[in-house]
């Protein structure tokens, strides 16, 4: 069975980057183990963006990932403006041993995309939660490069597919 990433890399014909990441020293900073989805996908795409639309907080190899400078910043607005706060409810950002929101990737149009961090399940099993701008979380019982494809292939994915609108998708690497 093939996985999603080596789908999502197939359905836009990429070659794997083979990135060195080092993945021990990254989740110790963050506090938490990622889903081995997401470290796949790392490897294989790097830091870049779909269809000039989806960015994921990748990594360009070495200890550097997008999700320790965007929590970072996220961590940071909140400190200034505690009412932001609020945009995380019911589930509250990120906190290393107690859970919650983790940022994975953003879309030109504002829809956010997160993994609902539980410590009772395994990070593979993480649901992916994405949410327009002042809309409801959904909850998507699937890894991120799952959403990833579905958002670029299948135009089922009600509210954040661009299937209809980029009939080739494609993916630049950051230089």
Aim: glycine residues 10%; proline residues 6%; hydrophobic residues 40%.
């Amino acid at each position: 069975m093939m996985v999603w990433v080596d789908r999502l890399a197939a359905g836009i014909s990429w070659q794997s980057r083979e990135l060195e990441i080092s993945w021990s020293e990254i989740e110790q900073r963050l506090g938490v183990e990622l889903p081995e989805d997401f470290k796949s996908f790392c490897r294989c795409f790097g830091v870049g963006q779909f269809c000039e639309y989806l960015e994921i907080y990748s990594s360009s190899g070495g200890d550097n990932l997008g999700i320790l400078e965007r929590l970072d910043r996220f961590r940071q607005i909140m400190e200034q403006h505690p009412v932001v706060r609020g945009v995380y409810e019911p589930y509250g950002l990120f906190r290393p041993g107690e859970g919650g929101l983790l940022p994975w990737g953003i879309s030109e149009t504002a829809v956010e995309f997160y993994w609902l961090v539980r410590y009772d399940i395994q990070p593979c099993d993480w649901p992916v939660l994405a949410r327009q701008e002042g809309g409801e979380w959904k909850v998507y019982e699937m890894t991120m490069s799952e959403f990833t494809h579905k958002m670029l292939f299948d135009v089922t994915l009600k509210g954040f597919t661009i299937a209809e609108l980029v009939p080739d998708p494609f993916y630049d690497a950051a230089p």
